[in-house]
């Protein structure tokens, strides 16, 4: 059973910079795709960036493309997200997906966050104004 555990989340003023990070343990998919999530209070759970971990194609969404940055580390079985350019509307709950289904990038991006298999238990960021 593959176990995902983000780190990294805090609170940073508007316009600055955070690394999360997800680390996998257990037995791990080699094809497959990972990703980050966010949910902010009240809100649903919504798509931010993911990476197919063979070959480390990328897609993010529309609202953070040019801000953040996702790669994968294979020798530490750990994926990153560099946020920069915070801003307020980035504050939420991330959260660090896999699905050992899911082997492109773009499709994660697709997926609804419900129909994912694994999570991990979630980072808060806050960025103030």
């Known amino acids: 059973q593959v176990q995902l555990r983000e780190s990294g989340g805090g609170l940073v003023q508007a316009g600055g910079s955070l690394r999360l990070s997800c680390s996998a343990s257990?037995?791990?998919?080699?094809?497959?795709?990972m990703g980050w999530f966010r949910q902010a209070p009240g809100k649903e759970r919504e798509f931010v960036a993911s990476?197919?971990?063979?070959?480390?194609?990328?897609y993010y969404a529309d609202s953070v493309k040019g801000r953040f940055t996702i790669s994968r580390d294979k020798a530490e079985n750990t994926v990153y997200l560099q946020m920069n350019s915070l801003k307020p509307e980035d504050t939420a709950v991330y959260y660090c997906?896999?699905?050992?289904?899911?082997?492109?990038?773009?499709?994660?991006?697709?997926?609804?966050?419900?129909?994912?298999?694994?999570w991990g238990q979630g980072t808060l960021v806050t960025v103030s104004s």
């Open positions: 997906a896999a699905d050992p289904k899911i082997t492109t990038a773009q499709l994660m991006g697709r997926t609804p966050a419900r129909y994912l298999e694994l």
């Open positions: 990476i197919n971990w063979r070959v480390g194609s990328t």
């Open positions: 257990g037995r791990t998919f080699s094809d497959a795709a």
